[in-house]
């Protein structure tokens, strides 16, 4: 008890006062006093099943032991007690329950070291493409059953094939930590969840409590335990607040801003002192707009394109360089960049034929830009751009910008200048090339270091709070602080976004970075 | 929640704010906002299982409910929420287990009413009669979970047919309190006990959680609560603190006594301000002192004896009023009065030949009385008082006597004649005879006005934290106030005790009101 390091973790060595006469107080008592005294605090919850065979268990230890603990909104639980010899590494694993991919990260509690990680596609896609459906199904008889076993079922095959391959078994597993929006939260845990798509969208529950994990089918430590993030309100979801623990937003000195780019552009700006979000759909206007941009990478798909602007040669990179089958968001991202500086699309985000010349078809009444002709293409088809596509790209960017503007401007009364950091989240974000997003005024003309990229957010604030007894406490700290603002689509909204709709902008001063064509 | 009653229960009528645009609160913390306005408190814990369907309920219940509580060391907990216009009555059950004997009782939550009661031998007797054997059984391999589901069963097919009397089912019935010694608190929860009596006599557990009684395998509503006493030692069990709030001892103005005759003697004396207990074993010279005097009433058994000082004539009366069988302990101390008020035994407990004249036989060379010759016997054979028994006796009430000169002069440094109130609990209690027990010097001799028999006080305490939310923290404020003294068998008590061997005690003085014979 004598030094302690400033951060420790939930793996704790105790030991525990030894019984004597002229001391009523019985083991449990003891030890719950060993365990406050460790972690200086009032109350340690006891779990029930690890009572009634504590006498022999601690005589057995010689009043040692492994505490594997956690610390909820209430107060510390012990987890599970462990002899104090226990060598195999205390496991937790951290889930990112994307409506789309989900992704596990099995974790030592004991030195947080990342032991695996694996991804998968949320099962719950065979039933619902996305939440609206997976909503509306779970209101079915038996569909909320159906849909919380199909993902339970996944993540318990992944949860033991990661342990496998560490040579230990899912019951090594003590706490899962998840995270996931509001909805995906909901069917996670079985809870009813068509309030959150209708009128006026409330949440069955915002603050899950933690729960043994066999509650929800969890096959891990017998008395282990389940907590997913809270959220804060429909459109809010816990993966929000893991991003912003995992980006210490929350302790910043300086306003920062993390975006989100996934179904949806959730967006995030503030420090220590206050906070403001706005998330989820952007009204009619927007309808699809960021989300069409975010398609999904695999082997052969263009994910960086380059035009150089004199000869107008254009060079695309494939993902595992394989011979091209489509094109990602990141590489739709460079592409218009390209397009719009070698001036193959003018500030409207329209093809120009003078410049783009034989590349330009127009096979359906529709001009479509050929990126890659058939004789190169992995699928014997041209991969083209059609006029469609681009025009929902410049919707998407313009709807990212202007939701940005909003927040920074209208809301915090910020300029972007102000930013010292341009956090930039998600599986998408991490191959969104600022240059080229800045280029077509997607994002705001910031110098290039202030962006970061934090990768998936979600599964590492999820992971944090396996480690981290202080994330819990930052979490409903953040639930208090930060304000939530609904986008308000009125005509201020739409006149900023039609300005948005052009290439990089209406005012250009805005982009001083951009090259002029 | 304008008007409130002051001692409102654990079922309450609750108004749920209703949803609406621009108000993020999930149905989960309305409910919670709701209980903790309700209740005038800061959390109110809500369980896992009423969470999933709580939106679909609240709907259909038109955001009214019917909320049964409970209220515990840590705090509100929600056991379930019934439509608003629930009508079959709520039930609670609280459970004296005793070693011997068990008795349950059903509560109406809603209105305190007393609905049954029933009374069972305690199933673990076939096991073993006394604790000591019980904790032995106990340690043989599935010895615990068998005495435990031995119990269990038991009190499981009791509730069953105390509901089933009342038109109603075990499903109705909400929590389960319970109070016993602290070896039987362990047995019945499943807990290891062998430390119990082992030095340096260490309980698993003092302060029993409240947990779901399916855990231990009670069979009522599903979600309802087990709650069990809490102890304070391993000698002073929770039956005894159900005994103390049962008696308002905590909150009478002037000194008050409570003993409880049963296995042991159990004494509490104090006030308001303080409180002062001791229980269990006096040492080997009272080795089942007073436990010897506790024989089981039933058909037959003679339960009062009366001697005409003049003519010596024996009246009994039975139980029931059948042919006598056996004599119980309350019988014995009205025997033993009456021979020692009509000359039949000396000051020092021995029979008198002389007076005793021929209900004076010695068949086996020990002196034995005759109460009742073969002839009127219901069992064919004379029903004797042997001079062995007589001893037993007398060491009984002198141990009795001794250890409350001890707890209400040596530790508490008052005279028997400051108590305002001597409360005499338990069964065997409730037949005891005060002028009898007072005559052969076993209770001090105080106005009779001050004795009140409290019956059954540890089930009469179990009962009352089914109804009344503030019996908790009396409870736990008792075992904060508490002084638990183990008798100290020195030379001094043992000095008291040879005084007090004999009739009514060696210093005449202090039984003014006892006749001389």
């Known amino acids: ?97 994307g409506t789309t991919r989900i992704v596990i990260r099995l974790v030592n509690l004991e030195t947080g070291e990342t032991l695996g990680e694996t991804g998968l596609d949320n ?45 230990l078994a899912a019951h090594d597993i003590f706490i899962v930590s998840g995270a996931g929006n509001t909805a995906m939260t909901h069917l996670f845990l079985g809870i009813e969840a068509f309030e959150i798509i209708r009128e006026p969208y409330i949440p069955c529950v915002n603050i899950p409590d933690t729960i043994p994990a066999s509650r929800i089918g969890l096959d891990i430590r017998p008395g282990g335990l389940v907590f997913l993030f809270p959220n804060i309100g429909s459109y809010f979801g816990g993966d929000l607040l893991a991003g912003i623990i995992y980006s210490d937003l929350d302790k910043k000195d300086e306003p ?57 040669q254009v060079e695309v990179h494939t993902i595992e360089e394989q011979p091209p089958v489509g094109i990602c968001g990141s590489g739709m991202i460079d ?35 050929v990126l890659v002709p058939a004789e190169e293409s992995g699928t014997g088809k041209p991969i083209c751009l059609t006029q469609v596509d681009l025009n929902s790209l410049t919707s998407s960017k313009a709807a990212m910008y202007t939701i940005l503007e909003v927040i920074v401007k209208n809301t915090s009364g910020l300029e972007f200048g102000d930013l010292e950091k341009f956090y930039v989240a998600g599986t998408f974000g991490s191959f969104i090339n600022p240059e080229s997003a800045i280029s077509i005024g997607m994002l705001p003309d910031l110098d290039r270091s202030a962006f970061e990229v934090l990768g998936n957010s979600s599964l590492g604030g999820a992971a944090l709070m396996l480690t981290d007894p202080s994330a819990f ?19 201020e909204f739409m006149n900023m976004f039609s300005g948005a709709k052009f290439y990089p902008h209406t005012d ?7 090259p002029e064509v």
């Open 1 to 97: 008890m004598s030094s302690r390091a400033p951060h420790q973790g939930y793996v704790r060595e105790i030991e525990i006062g030894q019984p004597m006469l002229g001391n009523n107080l019985s083991d449990g008592q003891r030890l719950e006093m060993a365990l406050t005294q460790e972690l200086d605090t009032d109350h340690v919850h006891v779990p029930w099943h690890l009572v009634p065979s504590l006498p022999s268990r601690l005589r057995q230890w010689g009043f040692r032991a492994k505490a594997v603990l956690f610390k909820d909104r209430r107060s510390w639980r012990l987890v599970d007690l462990l002899p104090p010899d226990h060598e195999t590494p205390l496991l937790g694993a951290a889930v990112d329950i």
């Open 123 to 167: 099962p719950q896609a065979t039933i619902g493409p996305d939440v609206l459906a997976r909503i509306h199904h779970s209101n079915k008889p038996g569909g909320l059953k159906e849909l919380q076993e199909l993902v339970i079922a996944s993540v318990n095959r992944d949860l033991e094939m990661l342990c496998r391959e560490q040579g």
């Open 256 to 312: 920062c801003l993390v975006v989100d780019v996934g179904t949806n552009a959730e967006i995030v700006v503030g420090c220590r002192d206050w906070l403001i979000a706005c998330a989820g759909a952007a009204g009619p206007a927007l309808e699809g707009g960021v989300s069409k941009m975010g398609m999904t990478a695999g082997p052969g798909v263009i994910d960086r394109v380059s035009i150089d602007p004199v000869t107008r």
């Open 335 to 369: 592409l218009a960049a390209a397009l719009f500086l070698s001036g193959m699309i003018d500030i409207r985000g329209k093809f120009v034929p003078e410049t783009c010349k034989d590349r330009l078809t127009e096979p359906d009444e529709i001009p479509a830009f």
């Open 473 to 491: 406490d930052r979490v409903m700290a953040i639930r208090e602080t930060i304000t939530y603002i609904e986008l308000n689509v009125n005509q």
């Open 508 to 514: 250009r001063a805005r982009f001083p970075s951009v």
